[in-house]
């Protein structure tokens, strides 16, 4: 019998394999879930955090935005002109531009490379080569620093033409004074943002300044402008007209510069008033400096001594003494004094006179210069009409011109006085006043005792306006004065050919600690013409050198040359002198 066969183990695979269901993917769904969850947490995130930024706290991002986007130019204002009386400027605005470098473009584009044009902009600079580059290299990432201000026009188109990568320039202005040394004290100068530091520039800043606009606008990466946002206009600057006449200022310079070089003095300033009005029609002082180069400024150049430095007036207050008699009734035009010998005791002080002068009247107390004669004068009238007097003139108070520095000098108050004291104030020791205040009292003699504030801008101070002094006792002590330009009197090199002057002469010690010194000043002050004022003007000289140190000798001829000039130019006719030979 035949047994069946046996089926290989070949036939057994391939039957098994055809019976044995095929692999499939096993879905874990917990761990699906925990996926689903993580993503949907994190778009929740995603979708508060874009509602927290769009909606709750927008400005944030808005900021942002700008700050890559918004930018601010700004429209600088051209500052006021400043001019004299008759319209000639002295200060104005001129176009210059700022050279500025950005580091961080510099080393991106490697603007270093070329050496050559990096020395050729420090030399058109005038700055040291490797300085240059060593500042560039301690600001690598700043994006704007200054290597220059105020560069000309023609040296803002070299270094345009250099065309060095991450280097520009920037629009600005600069002040230019026409006048230069002349009129720099009393106009004074400003610094390298625009803003005065001296004089009328300082004291008129905001007046001149105007105000800054600006323009906002949005850029794109490329620079370009894509939105103007806003414009505010700018405000120009205001011009500011001045009371001087620049052709008396440059009389008045050239006068006092070459007393300065002839009698080595240390300085010399000269003020010139409008009698009638109380304008300032120059303001000098020498040594003087250039506004024009800051590179050379020096403080004791550029102080304005005719309202900073303060001195003993010394004789030239003399006419306020003889003033404040015949307006106290103590005094009249018949009154005669007698000085002795020249020497006059006061407890254990003395009271000289330079030259014996006997039996004087009034008139010639002033053209002799008496000491002993005003002295007389002071002590026989109440102590407070003198210091009224002195007071009601302008001495010892600021002039109001609103100029920086000004002082208002030394003017006495005590509760006891000794007769010595008394006396030595006649004279004009004791008390220190200013130039521009010597020069205010005579233009207030000059206008026949009517007190006219001073002023260098057109203002109306009417209200100020005030009389000091009887007219007709005014009139007679410049009469008086008059003989003091004459033949015989102290002031004769102060005389004018063909004009009646009434001017006066001083000269006083320099005080020091513990007394005085060996230095003198010597000033000469009057008014001219006579038979109707017109200018008052006072002439100072700092320690003038050798063996001619009076302001008689040495203020004098300087008064002189400023006032024939001063009324000529002003188209005043001679008066004729009733005294000249």
């Known amino acids: 019998m035949i047994s069946p066969k046996k089926p290989s183990a070949l036939t057994k695979s391939k039957s098994s394999a055809k019976t044995k269901p095929e692999d499939s993917p096993i ?6 879930n925990i996926v689903l969850a993580f993503i949907f947490l994190i778009f929740s995130a995603l979708i508060g955090r874009l509602a927290f930024i769009q ?5 944030n991002l808005i900021r942002q935005g700008d700050l890559r986007s918004v930018r601010v130019k700004a429209l600088p204002s051209a500052r006021g002109i400043i001019s004299d009386r008759n319209g000639e400027p002295l200060a104005v605005s001129v176009p210059v531009e700022a050279v500025w470098a950005d580091p961080v473009t510099i080393y991106k584009e490697d603007g270093l490379a070329n050496k050559d044009r990096w020395f050729a902009l420090a030399d058109v600079l005038g700055l040291d080569r490797q300085g240059l580059l060593n500042k560039v290299a301690s600001n690598k990432s700043r994006r704007f620093i200054y290597l220059q201000r ?8 070299y270094i345009r033409e250099l065309k060095i990568p991450g280097i520009g320039l920037k629009a600005e202005s600069r002040r230019y004074y026409p006048a230069g040394e002349v009129s720099a004290h009393l106009i004074g100068v400003t610094g390298i943002d625009g803003h005065g530091l001296e004089g009328v520039e300082r004291s008129y800043d905001k007046w001149l300044t105007g105000e800054a606009g600006k323009r906002t606008i949005r850029k794109d ?6 939105e103007n946002i806003a414009l505010e206009e700018r405000e120009e600057g205001k011009p500011l007209q001045l009371t001087i006449d620049q052709r008396l200022q440059a009389i008045a310079y050239r006068a006092v510069k070459q007393g300065v070089a002839d009698y080595r003095a240390t300085s010399a300033s000269a003020i010139l008033l409008d009698v009638k009005t109380g304008a300032v029609l120059a303001m000098v002082n020498a040594p003087s400096y250039n506004p024009n180069n800051r590179s050379n400024l020096q403080s004791y150049k550029m102080r304005n001594r005719v309202i900073t430095d303060a001195f003993e007036p010394g004789s030239t207050v003399k006419p306020f003494v003889v003033l404040a008699a015949l307006e106290n009734g103590t005094a009249d035009m018949n009154t005669v004094i007698d000085t002795g010998e020249g020497i006059m005791r006061i407890g254990g002080s003395r009271v000289r006179d330079t030259s014996k002068v006997g039996k004087a009247d009034l008139a010639t107390i002033l053209k002799k210069s008496s000491n002993i004669g005003v002295t007389k004068l002071a002590l026989d009238m109440p102590l407070e009409a003198l210091l009224g007097m002195y007071a009601s003139v302008g001495l010892g108070e600021e002039s109001g011109l609103n100029l920086v520095g000004e002082t208002s000098g030394i003017f006495p108050s005590r509760r006891r006085w000794s007769k010595f004291e008394i ?4 004279f004009g020791y004791g008390l220190s ?20 504030p001073i002023h260098i801008i057109d203002s109306n101070q009417q209200d100020l306006v005030h009389q000091v002094a009887d007219r007709e006792n ?11 330009t004459q033949p015989g009197g102290t002031a004769t090199k102060a005389a004018v050919p063909g004009y ?13 600690s513990g007394g005085y010194g060996d230095e003198y000043f010597a000033y000469t002050a009057g008014v001219a013409p006579v038979s109707n004022p017109r200018v008052s003007l006072v002439v100072m000289v700092n320690e003038p050198q050798g063996d001619q140190y009076y302001g008689g000798s040495v203020a004098a001829p300087i008064f002189s040359e400023i006032m024939k000039s001063a009324l000529q130019i002003l188209n005043v006719a001679p008066d004729e002198n009733q005294f000249q030979n």
């Open 27 to 32: 879905l874990i769904r917990w761990r699906f």
């Open 500 to 512: 009646r002057v009434a001017a006066k002469t001083g000269t006083s010690r320099k005080a020091i």
């Open 474 to 484: 005014a009139k007679r002590v410049l009469e008086m004065l008059e003989g003091v």
């Open 55 to 59: 909606v709750v706290e927008p400005d």
């Open 221 to 226: 990466r490329y620079g370009r402008v894509v």
């Open 433 to 452: 006043i200013t130039p521009i205040q010597l020069a205010h009292a005579y233009a207030t003699l000059g206008n026949y005792g009517e007190y006219q």
């Open 423 to 426: 006396a030595t104030l006649a």
């Open 150 to 157: 105020q560069v000309s026009p023609a040296m803002a188109k």
